[in-house]
């Protein structure tokens, strides 16, 4: 259900992405109230160029659309959000320019508006690439929640931008003004980073925003280790993909399989591209897509799905995303098609996965992850 976002801007209804019915988080927080009433009593922003970065489900892109923003964000899911969140308040889809994470604005910037990432690589890169189209009298105004405002994101303005100032705390919220320094000679971008999982295999891509993006995560490492082993299967998922090395692995055992590579993050989807094109070239037999789980294959396409899916969506903690996963997993795999996933043993997925499919046994488990391989009836 849609609720109202009353800002000096006006009265909104917004939603949050993936719809969950009964939802209990609302589509904005603290600080998305605080920037706004910022902007309403200190900024003229008629004619100016405005960019936002990482705005969750539009609530700032919707509620500054009569300003034709510009609004970069890494998420397929807040992208659609906007779209709907804009839809929903009856907006042209066009006063809200939206560009995947890996592109830039066209024209210099004079207001640039950040919501913190959870992930400070994220934003790391993003200040690299739009520094170049900053002036000195460019205006830059970052928001978060204070408990998730990690103290390193002052140090990381100071350091590729310039001066900053905090602003005093407001409802667990706070605003941090920086100013463009252009004696600041900034390091190279360190993204996309690189490593090798043995000596001779080419190096993987990491950007960003791809979940350990340093070293493979100790849970991938695992589940590598216990993948499907099925000369029948033709048609494989990796849901969820990251950096692709799970559905790297799975074209390199089944060389004549198709395997799709599905993530709703721009940056892992382009990791997996150059992952895969950089062992196999542009074979026909993959294909990446960025979007919201599996909701645009076709019922019982596949033969298999490996999934080791999120726990949280941007700072929120839940199982919702994975039970969303599960659902659409059963929908699209053929039957006697199998889903195998790994979770941490806490999160007991075996108890809805049992529910979903009937037919789930634990394949492997060590101190801190279960492996389960469900069968589709």
């Not at 309403?40 to 919707?62: H, K, R, W």
């Not at 790391?124 to 739009?130: A, F, G, P």
């Not at 000195?136 to 990690?150: F, N, Q, W």
Request: charged share 20%; hydrophobic share 45%.
């Amino acid at each position: 259900m849609a609720e109202l976002f009353s800002v000096p801007q006006g009265c909104f209804r917004l939603t949050r992405q993936p719809y969950r019915k009964n939802e209990l988080l609302q589509a904005w927080d603290a600080a998305d109230d605080y920037l706004l009433h910022h902007l309403a009593e200190n900024e003229t922003l008629a004619g100016q160029n405005i960019v936002i970065l990482n705005d969750s489900f539009g609530a700032l892109a919707v509620a500054l659309s009569e300003f034709r923003p510009t609004a970069i964000s890494d998420s397929w899911l807040s992208q659609q959000a906007t779209r709907e969140n804009l839809a929903a308040n009856v907006i042209a889809a066009d006063h809200v320019l939206l560009l995947d994470s890996l592109s830039l604005p066209s024209t210099p910037i004079d207001l640039l508006l950040i919501k913190i990432p959870k992930t400070l690589a994220l934003l790391e890169y993003q200040l690299h690439r739009l520094r170049p189209l900053l002036r000195p009298d460019s205006r830059i105004v970052a928001a978060g929640m204070v408990k998730a405002l990690p103290a390193n994101a002052w140090k990381l303005l100071e350091r590729l931008v310039g001066p900053t100032v905090p602003s005093l705390a407001r409802k667990k919220a706070r605003l941090i003004f920086a100013s463009l320094d252009p004696s600041i000679r900034p390091p190279q971008n360190p993204y996309p980073s690189y490593y090798r999982l043995t000596a001779d295999e080419p190096p993987l891509c990491n950007h960003a925003n791809v979940f350990s993006r340093e070293s493979l995560d100790i849970g991938a490492r695992f589940l590598l280790q216990h993948l499907p082993d099925q000369p029948g299967y033709r048609d494989f998922i990796d849901l969820g993909c990251g950096n692709g090395v799970i559905g790297l692995r799975l074209a390199e055992l089944n060389p004549a399989a198709n395997v799709a590579f599905v993530d709703e993050s721009f940056m892992a989807i382009a990791s997996a591209t150059e992952n895969f094109r950089s062992r196999f070239g542009d074979a026909p037999r993959a294909k990446f897509v960025v979007g919201d789980c599996l909701s645009g294959f076709a019922p019982a396409s596949a033969d298999c799905i490996v999934c080791n899916p999120p726990f949280h969506q941007q700072h929120a903690i839940g199982d919702h995303i994975a039970w969303r996963m599960f659902q659409q997993a059963h929908a699209v795999l053929r039957p006697g098609g199998e889903l195998r996933v790994i979770g941490n043993r806490h999160l007991n997925y075996h108890i809805t996965l049992k529910k979903l499919f009937g037919r789930c046994r634990q394949v492997a488990a060590n101190a801190k992850f279960v492996i389960f391989s469900c069968e589709r009836a």
